[in-house]
């Protein structure tokens, strides 16, 4: 079982709409949490990052439920530029490393 | 406002050549890291380093060492290239301020192939 999870998608939703994805984690030590967002060959740039209380970013909504280890990713009112892959990360250890997901693919269509 | 920058963008090699992958970063970060994506996987983290002088190696490290001799550069040396080791390869820092709630900042990567 993979340390962090995600639906490989592809999601295709039209323009307008609005789309959750979730990311699973394993570790239940996990300290913190953010949502990276990858456009094709490029590198990955923070969204945001994740707070146990939720938080919004605009059109973007990021939750943490602890208890069932997951945080889930909404997006209202799609735009066209929101087609990209969007990573989940989970940091961890005495390290702080962080663990990747393998991302989740996200078109919006017009 | 460079941030982290990495060269070569993109490399050609055969099997059995070294090269190195230079990153560099000018926000003054302690922290720094290599990772490789392959597709359908996430990055996986192949060497760190917690500060000047110190490495360590991370999930994929096996092929590739790292020093730190400054803050600024932590550059990736691939000591016999394998074909195993086509990818991309992103290098990226954190503040170590804050390490648990500091998100990491990535150069471009450098795409490599292995021929």
């Known amino acids: 079982r993979k340390e962090v999870e995600q639906d490989p998608g592809p999601f295709n939703v039209p323009e307008g709409a609005t789309v959750a994805f979730n990311c699973t984690y394993s570790n239940s030590a996990s300290q913190s949490f953010f949502w990276y967002r990858q456009d094709c060959r490029k590198e990955p740039k923070l969204l945001m990052s994740v707070y146990s209380s939720g938080n919004e970013d605009g059109r973007f909504t990021a939750q943490l439920n602890r208890a069932s280890q997951y945080i889930s990713l909404l997006i209202r009112d799609s735009k066209l530029s929101d087609s990209a892959t969007y990573l989940c990360v989970s940091r961890q250890g005495s390290n702080y490393q962080l663990i990747w997901g393998a991302g989740t693919k996200l078109i919006i269509k017009p | 406002n460079a941030g982290v920058t990495q060269t070569p963008k993109f490399q050609v090699l055969k099997t059995g050549q070294s090269m190195t992958l230079q990153c560099a970063q000018d926000m003054n970060h302690e922290y720094m890291s290599w990772y490789r994506q392959d597709p359908g996987m996430g990055l996986r983290l192949i060497h760190y380093?917690?500060?000047?002088?110190?490495?360590d190696q991370g999930e994929v490290p096996n092929g590739y060492n790292v020093s730190r001799s400054t803050t600024e550069d932590f550059p990736l040396r691939l000591l016999s290239a394998a074909p195993s080791q086509t990818s991309v390869y992103f290098c990226?820092?954190?503040?170590?301020?804050?390490?648990?709630?500091?998100?990491?900042?990535f150069g471009d990567g450098t795409r490599l192939s292995i021929l």
């Open positions: 380093s917690v500060g000047a002088g110190i490495t």
């Open positions: 990226a820092s954190q503040d170590r301020r804050d390490r648990v709630n500091q998100p990491q900042h």
